[in-house]
């Protein structure tokens, strides 16, 4: 984990969302699944933000811009400069002999460096809008659906090794179909490294901070019990209904908007 303050390289709209490009300076980009806090300015506390691609010199984020933080984050340009933090938490698991990426709407953000860590395995997507699925061009292989055809429908009946980031309802829709999946949850974030316990869910009866514990959680959490909001994390409040102080960390995670 290492906080710098890094160069914006870039931004391009790819439908509603803004790919932002920054450099990366001495940051490690961590496992895939992991995720970083990005400050945004004018805004006291960053927001939790998946990585979507890493190369020697520069780190991209997808980012749904649904409220003053996010919006804040799209509209920097070059030469701007912001403070990041990372990489936290756990990511997904590697080591899977027939993968399959799941994603929902904004939840796709991580899933293009998990591809290409992966060897480009097969991808299936579920988007609101053709607008929204223009972000599945990042994504290698992937078949696409669109409201209100839901995700799940393209599962297919052969056994894979699921690894998804979504919407809760979706996640939760494909932890039934497929216990053994490796799920990238959302809570509200406001540190990102546990002091705040601002995204403790119930796992199991205990409440744990899901960015220590996750945002991935192996076998969607069932190891525990399963996985659900606490009174002080609505973790299955639909993704994108308020601005909040924490992000999907992809995580689906724009936890923080």
Not at 27 to 32: K, R
Not at 52 to 59: D, I, K, M, Q
Not at 66 to 74: E, F, M, Q
Not at 150 to 167: I, M, N, Y
């Amino acid at each position: 984990m290492r906080r710098e303050l890094l160069s914006v390289t870039g931004a391009e709209g790819i439908g509603p969302y803004t790919l932002l490009r920054v450099a990366r300076g001495r940051l490690d980009a961590g496992v895939p699944g992991q995720f970083f806090m990005l400050e945004a300015p004018g805004r006291v506390l960053p927001r939790p933000m998946s990585l979507c691609s890493a190369s020697p010199r520069e780190l991209t984020f997808l980012i749904d811009p649904i409220g003053p933080g996010t919006r804040a984050l799209c509209s920097l340009g070059s030469r701007d400069k912001l403070h990041i933090l990372g990489p936290l938490g756990n990511g997904f698991d590697l080591e899977v002999e027939r993968p399959l990426l799941v994603g929902g709407g904004i939840g796709v953000a991580p899933l293009p460096r998990l591809s290409e860590a992966l060897g480009g395995p097969p991808a299936v997507l579920g988007f609101r809008s053709d607008w929204h699925a223009e972000a599945a061009a990042l994504v290698p292989n992937a078949e696409t659906c669109i409201e209100p055809i839901l995700v799940t429908k393209l599962l297919p009946e052969e056994r894979h090794d699921v690894l998804a980031c979504g919407p809760a309802p979706m996640l939760e829709a494909v932890r039934s179909l497929a216990p053994a999946a490796q799920l990238a949850w959302e809570a509200p974030m406001a540190c990102g490294y546990g002091a705040c316990h601002g995204c403790a869910v119930e796992i199991g009866g205990e409440l744990r901070r899901l960015c220590v514990e996750g945002p991935v959680l192996r076998r969607g959490g069932t190891e525990h019990g399963g996985t659900r909001g606490s009174p002080v994390s609505p973790l299955l409040r639909r993704a994108g209904s308020t601005d909040r102080a924490g992000a999907p960390v992809s995580v689906l995670v724009q936890m923080h908007r």
